[in-house]
T-cell receptor, first 114, second 114 residues
């Protein structure tokens, strides 16, 4: 069974540009999460989808970030326009609906904004 | 609000030596506790988890962790470290109550000398 995949693995862009990150969850997982880790700091929650609906987006930093999950399968996270402080590693995770909600993480996308 | 502290940013051990990575959490009720490992280029992999019951939990790759309520700790241990254990380790706490969004510590980077 394929795990959570993320694309691209690395992205280097200039301030003001737009970047779109993609996450493909494990097949059959209704829950999909985005997290971000800024260099040397904690992994922080961004938002949570249940199927195509946003369940919790309390961690989204500001309105330059837009997440979508059309059709309840893969998800995209767009940053527009990117700022220097957006640099970090963006992780995606997915899980089945279950009591303890064990999440399976992708390898992350390393975003560098110059 | 819940929080997780991993006081050691880096730990260096010799191959074959024992290992203990510290994790302290702040949360009012009994939390769900996790340890994840991230090897270079990989996603976060779940090592072990504690929900209830026996406070000493066994995980994959020979790791174990002990939940100590009195100390609010969930330290990760391994009796004999292998070079392949070099990675970054994250402790996380989930409050339950339906949210299941983990709060992560800052991570501990393990360096293994031959």
């Amino acid at each position: 069974e394929a795990g959570v995949t993320q694309f691209p693995s690395h992205s280097v862009i200039e301030k003001g540009q737009t970047v779109t990150l993609r996450c493909d969850p494990i097949s059959g997982h209704d829950n999909l999460y985005w997290y971000r880790r800024v260099m040397g700091k904690e992994i922080k929650f961004l938002l949570h989808f249940v199927k195509e609906s946003k369940q919790d987006e309390s961690g989204m930093p500001n309105n330059r970030f837009l997440a979508e999950r059309t059709g309840g399968t893969y998800s995209t996270l767009k940053v527009q326009p990117a700022e220097l402080e957006d640099s970090g590693v963006y992780f995606c995770a997915s899980s089945q609906v279950s009591e303890h909600n064990e999440q399976f993480f992708g390898p992350g996308t390393r975003l560098t904004v110059l | 609000a819940q929080s997780v502290t991993q006081p050691d940013i880096h730990i260096t051990v010799s191959e074959g030596a024992s290992l203990e990575l510290r994790c302290n959490y702040s949360y009012g009720a009994t939390p769900y506790l996790f340890w994840y490992v991230q090897s270079p280029g990989q996603g976060l992999q779940l090592l072990l988890k504690y929900f209830s019951g026996d406070t000493l939990v066994q995980g994959i790759k020979g790791f174990e962790a002990e939940f100590k309520r009195s100390q609010s700790s969930f330290n990760l241990r391994k009796p004999s470290v292998h070079w392949s254990d070099a990675a970054e380790y994250f402790c996380a706490v989930v409050s339950g109550g339906g949210s299941y969004i983990p709060t992560f510590g800052r991570g501990t980077s393990l360096i293994v000398h031959p």
